[in-house]
T-cell receptor, first 113, second 114 residues
Framework: AQTVTQSQPEMSVQEAETVTLSCTYDTSESDYYLFWYKQPPSRQMILVIRQEAYKQQNATENRFSVNFQKAAKSFSLKISDSQLGDAAMYFCAYLNRDDKIIFGKGTRLHILP | GAVVSQHPSWVICKSGTSVKIECRSLDFQATTMFWYRQFPKQSLMLMATSNEGSKATYEQGVEKDKFLINHASLTLSTLTVTSAHPEDSSFYIC??????????FGEGSRLTVL
């Protein structure tokens, strides 16, 4: 069975600084998708970034980028130039071939003004 | 992006009553939708996979008689919590598959059972 581990329950970063959220996963599949979702207080799940496992190039979306290490089964999220609006719960997620998504326990990110 | 809408966003009911939550794909057809449950300060847990025109597939430990799922059309899946009790109080979220590897989530529904 696939698992997703986020080892940092909470993190804080100064506004305008850079922060990296960690995620590791376990799977025997070779073809899958990885995601980072943001969940603000409204609890709406917002897609931050998506990575296809067969693509070696790391995904990037504006200030958000990932470091995808397939062999190490690691998928970290880097947020550059942190903004107050980035404060939220961040979930790393794995999507298997059956489209079943497995979430990590989440990392609560605080932005310090 | 694709839009998935849930209704109601917040419902309060008395113990023993049944509550229906709807999940609609507004601008695309979804043959497969998923239902999740999220307890406070915890992650989302997949409850069941809803397939249009067939029975839902439930995850281990989820009571299928308690959580009835119906996916009668390509744009609507419903979750009915039957004979709700306070322990069923939770945040319920649905998602719909747009294409392989792409899921969109509804806004979620907060259920409070008194």
């Amino acid at each position: 069975a696939q698992t997703v581990t986020q080892s940092q329950p909470e993190m804080s970063v100064q506004e305008a600084e850079t922060v990296t959220l960690s995620c590791t996963y376990d799977t025997s599949e070779s073809d899958y998708y990885l995601f980072w979702y943001k969940q603000p207080p409204s609890r709406q799940m917002i897609l931050v970034i998506r990575q296809e496992a067969y693509k070696q190039q790391n995904a990037t979306e504006n200030r958000f980028s990932v470091n995808f290490q397939k062999a190490a089964k690691s998928f970290s999220l880097k947020i550059s130039d942190s903004q107050l609006g980035d404060a939220a719960m961040y979930f790393c997620a794995y999507l298997n071939r059956d489209d079943k998504i497995i979430f990590g326990k989440g990392t609560r990110l605080h932005i310090l003004p | 992006g694709a839009v998935v809408s849930q209704h109601p966003s917040w419902v309060i009911c008395k113990s023993g009553t049944s509550v229906k939550i709807e999940c609609r794909s507004l601008d695309f057809q979804a043959t497969t939708m998923f239902w999740y449950r999220q307890f406070p300060k915890q992650s989302l847990m997949l409850m069941a996979t809803s397939n249009e025109g067939s029975k839902a597939t439930y995850e281990q430990g989820v009571e299928k008689d308690k959580f009835l799922i119906n996916h009668a059309s390509l744009t609507l899946s419903t979750l009915t919590v039957t004979s709700a009790h306070p322990e069923d109080s939770s945040f319920y979220i649905c998602s719909a598959r747009v294409q392989p590897g792409e899921l969109f989530f509804g806004e979620g529904s907060r259920l409070t059972v008194l």
